[in-house]
């Protein structure tokens, strides 16, 4: 059995990080905090199962045009949902604008794909089913690919400098002669990548499902807050940190109380640590 | 009165509405009235506080659970309607309050959220309490008595509690709270400088708009007749938060009607009925990209008029005396020994200044030498890491912002912060918020307490106006106004203060050499009426021309200090700063 | 014209105008206006999209024939996508506005207990097809008449075949965190322990948990020798079988329909991993060992053959649909009248009716119409169709033949399930969450 929790509760957990990168990704590139995160996720997990089994594309290729498409919903959000209300940021209208977003793609893919969960290709046929089957390791490799990849974009890219000066400090960065809006723009077709890894490599295990959206939309913004706004590496621990624990209540104390165990944590850590328990250091407000 | 008007035919029509006849559309009219019961006290928080308060539908479930509850005698013995009723207002006002609180110490998309998860887990309670819910298979809701068990008899108690929660929450929205609420929105560091205690002001509205919700909710039960956890949507929620936007931030009517469209318009469309949530969404989207005023901005056609072009701001200090009447402040303003730094570098590094009552204190330097932080530290927006700031034997170290405002300690900002939608008039107003006397409640039933206090309130920013020579765009909306004008804005709002000492953050700039003039002929007369005044200025003939003493900052510490003479002397200054 | 899943909406549109136009109550040709409340869209839409089809194959097919007595039926259609506020708003628009003379749905079992006291009020002849038992009660809702089992019944049955087919006694019992799920699984406890069978585990599995396994193991820990479960989660149902297979345990899985739907099939990891589970089925709407549907049955698939596409759907739900306008219809061909008082008072006199889903019989004192006896179990895997074979252990009885339904339903020789007295069915609690629809 714990072998099971375990299993189960560190995929999960990889692919709550993984929207938790999202998250992150989005915000570091335009301060803004965007509901279509979890979005993006279930799109992954969706197309990747429209491109290889209703289409019957191979499955590499079908992965490079899940992640295209994802990238795509990036920059659409940005151009559609963040970028016009970047001038209100305190106004917060981005939390109005990305939610309607975000429920247009739900409702879109409810309509037009199905309301039913339906089956994701099976990617490489590793394992039977038990706690080494693919579907467990597959989310894990690809957080740990995602987050070597990141790590190696920010640190030794120029490219990836470019994102770190617009997130430390934009009007420097624009000063200094950054493409800021492009860079804004590449942030979220990069977010949108990084959700549509997170859908395509946990397709086996949450299958491809419309409602998939909203409730990795919650569970990928608890590690954000608990781990700290931008913080990737606050979100890596602090989504298996939830995996492990949603799994374990699961089999616990069962269903129904488990989300309530989540939720109720996860309020009283936001409330004792706004900042998040890896929190940055206090902003300027005036 | 002439606002009134609208509101009058809103409901003469609902009221001669089941007189046509149609059991249907009555049905349908009970239902907007329900919907504008909650939506009128949410509308509080979320068009006038901007909370976004995504998860309501949360209080509407509660309510309808609680009543129904209550009334089947599923917990104790079984209670009558009415009580019911209001035993459900009470406990939505708890959690109302419950739900909101993490509003006052979370980011706004972090509440967002949370009242999201809050609606998930009221359904999964209901879902697993069997005893008492029925679990999914729900309970039916409260039956009234006579007269309210037919379709008009309930219609018309349903139309009554709209009627009523628009009028007391249109008399909120016209008060102080109204007003504070907005600052809390838009200027919500004015609003601490001001005196406001957002926790109080949140912790009342949500306790009001829990209440209201979750009355909302038990009229719910009555006319779903019965409840299952499946009738409280995501989509209810939505319908809720879109109502208020649509019909505008900040308004009442706007929200109104935007209620009455969102519960009538799917009755048109039924065919698109699948596709609603998704015409929500894109309805939601377009007004935040287009209209983010909505419809009250649509009929705000006064607002439409174009202001004369060529008018000048003719202050009139000889009316201060009417405002400044409390003579000299008997204390002055002391920082000693301040420190403090962002991520490891100085902005103050061991400051003393003291600012005297009847003086005007300049401060002056370079960019980045520590003016603004310093007046930010007296204003408490940061704690210094060592020394202390003191007024006369308080300690002021520790005490939070808004208690500045009641020692007396006004200020105004560098970029001006108003509140664009509320009128030049209401933003003065705002400046007074801690002077009422009238509570919450009286507020709502506009008792002669809170009549008096707004009578004060207008005169007092009439006159304050006056003093700025503002008087004649009063009415008019504050995001319409010039540069300056906001500035001479800020002053009166300070004024309203009463302040013993007034902190003025750059207000010269962007004035041109008139304006500049009548200013410190303005400040000048203010000290003279008693008030400390401390004054960060580039323009440094104004410093020079009205300063009793002036402190030039380099690199958070004092470069210099003494009477304009005496730094105009200053050869370290001369070269480093003045450049002449 | 072939109806399949897409294709309804936009008949569904054309049919929307009819309640816009008020009507007066009553004209010589005026034509026979039948509510059908269904949740066509929305994420609990299957059942109602295979009803509609019986729904509109049954009153194209009459108004072709002439219609009734002269009249024409003419469906007044409105989606309410499960929500029950929806379902309110259209239930008082039929009653009020399109003055309907009779009302087929809601669908969803919440959108059913919200409505059936507005359609009482409006003596609103309502057929309904759904499970939840309080729906059904002559004194309170004289006007309601169930052509479906109810909750109660199902447990019965599914009791009986596993304590008397499989001679299983005890078993584990699993359901969703969803309301029905809940009710369902508690309800069927309760009725399971009464019969004497016992329940070594039950459960409330959170359908989005992406590993099931730790509940199997206590499951199996526990000895269980069968496991009922109680979801619509199709997604939730193949992990359970996908793990039943992993961990090499034999048993079989009985419950709910929903494990028969195709949605199912394409969800397992192996076709086996479907095998020997066995869903709530119903006789007329199953093959026998013969591999045969019963002949009134037969005759009917073979009618729609090419006109209504049964692949993606089930039988029984067009069989059920279909048998909703053939009673409005035959309630105003008896009687001459379209009234409320007509129709309810012929549906209260109804012996053994023979429909395609069931043979209905209603009395002024019992409005549940389907009898026991008529509920079988189905292997999950084996649609054809949109139809089942029986599952193991079921000697034919022989499905009633037109007619003599009276007789043979009442006294099923060889039939291994004991028929019921419906009239303890009301008492019990109800079951059934809105979302599970049928």
């Known amino acids: 059995m714990l072998a099971s929790i375990l299993a189960s509760g560190l995929a999960i957990g990889a692919v709550y990080a993984l929207i938790g990168i999202t998250y992150n990704t989005m915000y570091t590139a335009s301060r803004v905090m965007s509901f279509t995160a979890g979005q993006l996720g279930m799109l992954g997990g969706v197309l990747g199962s429209l491109f290889i089994l209703r289409l019957g594309l191979p499955a590499a290729i079908g992965f490079v045009v899940t992640l295209i498409a994802c990238a795509a919903i990036g920059v659409v959000t940005e151009i559609v949902a963040v970028r016009p209300v970047l001038g209100k940021l305190d106004q917060h209208l981005y939390v109005l604008s990305t939610l309607a977003f975000a429920l247009m793609i739900q409702q879109v893919t409810a309509i037009e794909w199905s309301t039913e969960p339906q089956p994701f290709p099976r990617l490489l046929g590793i394992g039977n089913g038990g706690p080494w089957d693919e579907k467990f390791w597959l989310p894990l490799v690809a957080c740990a690919a995602v987050t070597g990849g990141l790590e190696f974009l920010y640190r030794r890219t120029l490219v990836g400098r470019a994102f770190l000066a617009i997130s430390e400090d934009n009007f420097a960065a624009r000063a200094l002669g950054l493409p800021e809006r492009n860079l804004r723009m590449a942030s979220y077709a990069l977010a949108g990548v990084v959700g549509g890894i997170a859908g395509f490599a946990s397709g086996e295990l949450l299958l491809a499902f419309f409602a998939n959206g909203a409730m990795l939309n919650f569970y990928g913004f608890v590690p954000v807050a608990l781990g700290g706004l931008g913080n990737n590496r606050g979100a890596i621990i602090g989504g298996i940190a939830l995996g492990l624990f949603q799994q374990a209540a699961n089999f616990t104390v069962g269903g129904v109380f488990s989300s309530v165990a989540v939720f109720v944590v996860f309020i009283v850590v936001l409330l004792a640590a706004p900042q998040g328990l890896f929190g940055s250091s206090r902003a300027r407000r005036v | ?388 700031v003191g007024l006369g034997d308080v300690d002021l170290s520790h005490q939070p912002t808004q208690a500045r405002a009641g020692l007396g300690i006004a200020r105004t900002f560098q970029t001006p912060r108003l509140i664009g939608e509320a009128s030049v008039l209401q933003n003065v107003m705002i400046g007074g918020s801690i002077n009422g006397t009238a509570s919450f409640a009286e507020s709502l039933l506009t008792l002669p307490r809170h009549r008096r206090d707004e009578r004060r309130l207008r005169a007092q920013a009439t006159l304050a106006l006056r003093v700025v020579g503002l008087e004649s765009l009063a009415a008019v909306r504050a995001d319409r106004l010039q540069h300056s004008e906001l500035r001479f804005m800020e002053i009166a709002r300070a004024l309203m203060l009463h302040p013993t000492f007034i902190l003025l953050d750059e207000p010269a700039a962007g004035l041109s050499t008139d304006e500049i003039k009548r200013l410190g002929e303005l400040i000048k007369r203010i000290s003279q009426r008693g008030t400390g005044v401390l004054l960060v200025e580039h323009h440094a003939d104004l410093i020079f021309d009205i300063c009793d003493t002036v402190t030039v900052l380099n690199l958070g510490r004092e470069l210099a200090a003494g009477t304009p003479s005496d730094i105009r002397a200053h050869k370290e200054v001369v070269s480093a700063y003045l450049g002449a | 014209m072939t109806l399949t899943r897409r294709g309804f909406t936009l008949a569904a549109a054309g049919s929307l105008a009819a309640p816009f136009v008020a009507r007066p109550a009553f004209a010589d040709n005026e034509p026979i206006r039948v509510g059908w409340l269904a949740a066509l869209t929305g994420p609990s839409s299957a059942p109602a999209i295979g009803f509609d089809r019986g729904v509109r194959y049954a009153t194209d097919l009459i108004n072709a024939a002439g219609g009734v007595k002269g009249r024409k039926i003419e469906l007044v259609v409105r989606d309410t996508q499960g929500d029950p506020t929806k379902a309110v708003n259209a239930v008082q628009d039929m009653v009020s506005r399109a003055k309907v003379h009779a009302i087929y749905g809601p669908t969803n079992s919440g959108e059913a207990l919200a409505t059936t006291p507005i359609m009482a009020r409006g003596k609103m002849p309502n057929l309904h097809p759904g499970f939840v038992d309080s729906l059904i009660d002559p004194t309170k809702f004289p006007n309601a008449f169930r052509m479906a089992p109810s909750n109660s019944q199902i447990n019965e049955a599914v009791a009986n075949y596993c304590l008397q087919i499989q001679k299983v006694t005890e078993v584990a019992v699993l359901g969703d965190t969803t309301g029905y799920g809940v009710s369902a699984v508690t309800d069927f406890v309760t009725l399971f322990k009464q019969k004497g069978g016992t329940v070594v585990y039950q459960a409330q599995i959170d359908a989005t948990q992406p590993d099931v396994t730790p509940d199997m193991l206590r499951a199996r820990n526990a000895n269980a020798k069968a496991i009922v479960i109680w979801s619509v989660s199709t997604g939730m149902e193949a992990r359970l079988m996908n793990t039943r297979t992993t961990l090499n345990w034999d048993i079989p899985f009985l419950g709910h329909p929903a494990m028969g739907s195709g949605e199912v099939g394409h969800l397992v990891d192996k076709p086996e991993n479907w095998s020997k589970v066995y869903i709530l089925g119903f006789k007329n709407c199953s093959f026998g060992a013969d591999g045969k549907l019963p002949p009134r049955t037969q005759a009917f698939v073979d009618k729609i053959k090419g006109k209504i596409e049964l692949k993606d759907t089930i039988l029984w739900w067009v069989a059920c649909g279909y048998d909703a306008i053939d009673l409005i219809a035959k309630a105003v061909d008896a009687t001459g009248s379209s009234s409320s008082e007509a129709i309810i008072g012929h549906w209260n006199t109804l012996k053994s009716y023979p429909g395609l889903y069931a043979d209905y019989a209603w009395s002024a004192t019992q409005h549940n119409g389907f009898p026991t006896d008529e509920i079988v179990m189905s292997e999950a895997n084996s649609q054809t169709d949109g139809a089942y074979k029986l599952a193991p252990g079921y000697t034919i009885c022989g499905p009633s033949p037109q007619g003599e339904g009276e007789k043979s339903r009442r006294e099923p020789k060889d039939c291994p399930i004991e028929e019921v007295m419906m009239s303890a069915v009301t008492t019990l609690r109800a079951v059934a969450h809105p979302r599970a629809a049928v």
């Not at chain 2, 009165?1 to 409901?11: A, K």
């Not at chain 2, 509660?62 to 089947?72: D, H």
């Not at chain 2, 879902?127 to 809701?141: D, E």
């Open chain 2, 1 to 388: 009165m002439r606002s009134m008007f609208p509101f009058l035919i809103v409901f003469g029509l609902a009221a001669v509405l089941p007189f046509t006849g149609s059991d249907y559309w009555t049905l349908i009219a009970t239902r907007a009235a329900i919907y504008w019961v909650l939506v009128s006290g949410l509308n509080l928080a979320v068009g006038f506080g901007g909370q976004l308060a995504i998860g309501y539908v949360a209080l509407l479930t509660l309510g309808a659970y609680t009543a129904s509850v209550l009334v089947a005698g599923n917990l104790g013995p079984a209670w009558p309607a009415f009580p019911a009723l209001g035993a459900a207002g009470v406990v939505g006002a708890v959690a109302g309050v419950i739900i909101g609180l993490p509003a006052l110490r979370l980011r706004t998309f972090y509440f967002a959220m949370t009242t999201l998860g809050f609606a998930t887990i009221l359904t999964q309670v209901a879902l697993a309490w069997q005893g008492v819910t029925g679990g999914g298979i729900g309970l039916p809701g409260p039956t009234l008595p006579a007269p309210f068990d037919t379709g008009p008899g309930f219609y018309f108690l349903c139309l009554a509690f709209a009627a009523f929660c628009t009028w007391i929450t249109a008399n909120v929205a016209h008060s102080r709270f109204g007003r504070a609420l907005v600052a809390i929105r838009d200027a919500e560091v004015a609003a601490e400088a001001i005196g406001i205690s957002k926790p109080a002001l949140l912790v009342t509205v949500f306790l009001f708009s829990g209440a209201t919700a979750a009355i909302a909710g038990g009229l719910f039960a009555t006319l779903q007749s019965y409840i299952t956890p499946d009738a409280f949507t995501f989509d209810l929620s939505v319908l809720f938060f879109i109502a208020i936007l649509i019909g505008g931030r900040g308004s009442i009517l706007g929200p109104l009607l935007g209620t009455i469209i969102l519960t009538v318009l799917p009755e048109f469309a039924a065919p698109l009925v699948a596709w609603s949530t998704f015409l929500y969404a894109a309805l939601l989207l377009i007004i935040v990209l287009v209209i983010p005023g909505g419809i009250a901005d649509l009929l705000d056609f006064a607002n439409r008029r174009p202001l004369e072009r060529n008018r000048a701001i003719i202050p009139r200090p000889e009316l201060l005396a009417e405002i400044l009447d409390h003579g000299a402040a008997r204390a002055t303003i002391d920082l000693r020994g301040v420190v403090l730094s962002f991520g490891g570098v100085r902005a103050i590094d061991g400051l003393d200044l003291q600012i005297e009552p009847r003086q005007v204190h300049g401060l002056i330097g370079p960019n980045g030498s520590g003016k603004t932080t310093t007046l930010n530290v007296i204003s408490g927006y940061y704690r210094p890491e060592h020394g202390t």
